[in-house]
C-alpha cells in the first residue's frame, strides 16, 4: 500500500519532467535566461506561470533544490528588467497582464535559505520597480491596488472572443466585449480566471489577497533595505502598515467574520465570502483577534472533506472553476500559513490533513497529482473550463511544503 512518503519520492523524482529552457525568443514563447519549471509534465500549461512558481518553489526548496528555485526566480527577476514588470508568463500574448504579486516572497524564501546578501541586494530594485508597476498602473481612488489590463482595445476583444469559445458563452451584446474583455484580462492576472467573486467587473474591486501581497512586499522591501544599510527603510514599512491598515478598514466584515474585496467604485464590499481571506491571515491583518474570529467563524464555512474551498457555496448564474466546490492548492497555503502565524496550529492541521489526503488518494488512484480537488467529494469531479490537467506545479509544491512540515498526519 503506498504511503505519503511514497507519493514525497514520486515527486522529488519527477521535478525534472518539468523543467524547460528558452535561451531566445522563439514564436510567441518568450526567452529566459535561466532554465525553469512549468506548471505540468506534458499536455497543458507548457511555460513559466507567475504566481504559480512561488508555491513550485517551495515544494522545490523542501527537496533540497535551492539552486533551481532560485533559477526560478531569476527568470521572473529578468522579466521584470525587460517588461517593468512579471508577466502572466513567458508568452507575448501575456504582456498585457501581470499575476499576483508573489516575487517578493520567492526572494524571501530563497535568501532565508542561502543567506546572499549580495544576490538579495541585486534583485531589491527588481521587485521595487515592480511595486511601482502596482502603485502606478494598478492603483484606485481608494488607496488600494486593483487587477487591471494595459493592453489594446483589440486585445480585449481578442479575450472576449477567446473566452466565448473556449470557456463559456459570452451572452452580453457586442458593442460590450470590448470592456467585458477587460474585465476578463484583468481577472485573469487575479489568477482567479474565472470566478463569482469578480464576475464581469474585476477593475472595480480591490481584492484582499491583492493588497495583503502588496503590503508583504513593501514590508519586506523595508526590512531589506535596513539589512543592507540603505535609505527610506522606514517609509517602506511605514507604507506596509498603512496598506495593511487599510485592508482592515475596508475589507473586514464584522457581521461574517472575514474580510471581502472591496468595490472601490460602489463604495462597498463585495458580498462574496471566499478563501482570499486566508491571505489576510498570512500576510494581512496583525490582529489576533480577527485572526481567531476569522478561525471560528469564517472557516466553517468554507473547509469541507478535501481542503479549503474557493468561494462560499451559493447560488450561482453559471459554472465558474474558481468557485466552490473546487479545492485549488495556493488557497490551501495560504490558509494553513495563515493560522500558522497567528497561532491557531489545530485549525492548520485539519486544513492540511484534508487536502494533503484528498490530494494522496488522487494520486494513488491515478499515479498523477492534479490541478484542483473537488473539496466536498475528496475527488476529481470538479468544475472545470477546460479539461483538467494532471500538474506538478503548484500542487506537487505545496503537498511537499505540507508534508515536510509534518502538516499533512
Known amino acids: 500500500m503506498p504511503t505519503p512518503a511514497d507519493l514525497d519520492a514520486w515527486i522529488r523524482a519527477h521535478w525534472d519532467d518539468t523543467l524547460r529552457q528558452s535561451p531566445k525568443d522563439e514564436g510567441s514563447l518568450l526567452a529566459l535566461a535561466r532554465p525553469y519549471t512549468v506548471p505540468c509534465a506534458d499536455g497543458m500549461f507548457q511555460e513559466l506561470y507567475y504566481w504559480d512558481t512561488y508555491y513550485t518553489c517551495e515544494g522545490l526548496i523542501a527537496h533540497g533544490r535551492v539552486a533551481l528555485a532560485k533559477d526560478n526566480a531569476e527568470c521572473l527577476l529578468g522579466m521584470v528588467d525587460r517588461f517593468g514588470f512579471v508577466p502572466n508568463g513567458n ?28 544576490w538579495l541586494a541585486a534583485a531589491l530594485p527588481r521587485i521595487e520597480r ?10 484606485s481612488p481608494c488607496g488600494l491596488a486593483s487587477y487591471g489590463v494595459h493592453g489594446t482595445d483589440g486585445d480585449a476583444q481578442g479575450t472576449t472572443e477567446w473566452v466565448h469559445q473556449n470557456r463559456f458563452p459570452i451572452t452580453q451584446p457586442r458593442e460590450a466585449w470590448i470592456d467585458i474583455g477587460r474585465d476578463l484580462t ?3 492576472e487575479s489568477g482567479w480566471d474565472f470566478t463569482p467573486r469578480f464576475g464581469f467587473d474585476c477593475r472595480s474591486i480591490c481584492p484582499v489577497d491583492l493588497n495583503c501581497l502588496l503590503a508583504a512586499t513593501e514590508d519586506l522591501v523595508g526590512l531589506w533595505r535596513e539589512r543592507l544599510g540603505l535609505p527610506a527603510a522606514l517609509a517602506w514599512r511605514a507604507a506596509a502598515a498603512a496598506r495593511r491598515a487599510r485592508v482592515d478598514e475596508l475589507c473586514w466584515d464584522e457581521a461574517s467574520g472575514t474580510w471581502l474585496d472591496w468595490d472601490w467604485r460602489r463604495g462597498e464590499r463585495r458580498m462574496m465570502p471566499s478563501a482570499a481571506a486566508a491571505y489576510a491571515l498570512w500576510l ?7 485572526a481567531r474570529r476569522w478561525a471560528a467563524q469564517a472557516l466553517p464555512r468554507l473547509l469541507f472533506k ?10 450561482r448564474s453559471q459554472t465558474w472553476q474558481w468557485d466552490h466546490p473546487n479545492a485549488w492548492p495556493p488557497l490551501q497555503y495560504a490558509a494553513v500559513m495563515g493560522l500558522l502565524r497567528h497561532g ?7 486544513i492540511a490533513k484534508a487536502w494533503c489526503q484528498a490530494a494522496f488518494n488522487a494520486w494513488v488512484a491515478t499515479g498523477r497529482l492534479w490541478e484542483k480537488i473537488n473539496c466536498v467529494t475528496g475527488g476529481l469531479d470538479v468544475k472545470d473550463e477546460y479539461p483538467m490537467p494532471p500538474m506538478l506545479g503548484w500542487t506537487a509544491g505545496t503537498w511537499a511544503h505540507l508534508h515536510h512540515l509534518k502538516l499533512d498526519a
Request: charged share 25%.
Open 284 to 290: 494581512g491583518t496583525e490582529s489576533p483577534e480577527r
Open 186 to 188: 484583468a481577472s485573469c
Open 344 to 350: 491557531l496550529e489545530a485549525e492548520a492541521r485539519q
Open 306 to 315: 478535501g481542503g479549503i474551498t474557493t468561494c462560499e457555496p451559493g447560488p
Open 91 to 118: 508568452r507575448s500574448y501575456y504582456v498585457t497582464r501581470s499575476q499576483p504579486p508573489h516575487l517578493a516572497l520567492m526572494v524571501s524564501r530563497i535568501h532565508a535559505v542561502t543567506g546572499d546578501d549580495a
Open 130 to 139: 515592480e511595486v511601482a508597476f502596482w502603485r502606478t498602473l494598478r492603483s
